[in-house]
């Protein structure tokens, strides 16, 4: 995401606060395009494909923090059972 687009969201917002966030979105993206701040391709179903293939691997790949465990109840009983015994 241009910084500029960003940026350009906050002051759309900050002059019209009652203005919601995703409209805030689409004007300042609608502007960049229009002023030429957007990479070429920046949205377009041409610019998606070409990122889906640079961005090949799945989206877990790309995660630098450490997935969270899904346990069930006997699963967190049996590890609450084993911290006992260890104090």
């Known amino acids: 995401m241009p910084a ?3 940026k350009r969201k906050d002051r759309i917002l900050k002059d019209n606060p009652g203005m919601k966030e995703e ?3 689409a004007i ?3 502007q960049a395009h ?3 701040k957007t990479p070429k391709g920046y949205g377009t179903a ?5 990122a889906k293939k640079k961005y090949s691997k799945p989206r877990s ?3 630098k923090t450490a997935a ?3 346990t069930g109840a006997a699963t967190r009983r ?8 260890r104090q």
């Open 23 to 25: 409209t805030a979105w």
């Open 68 to 70: 969270m465990m899904k």
């Open 46 to 50: 041409e610019g998606k494909a070409e």
């Open 28 to 30: 300042a993206t609608q």
């Open 61 to 63: 790949d790309y995660r």
């Open 4 to 6: 500029w687009i960003e």
């Open 34 to 36: 229009k002023l030429g």
């Open 78 to 85: 049996a590890l609450a059972l084993a911290k006992r015994e």
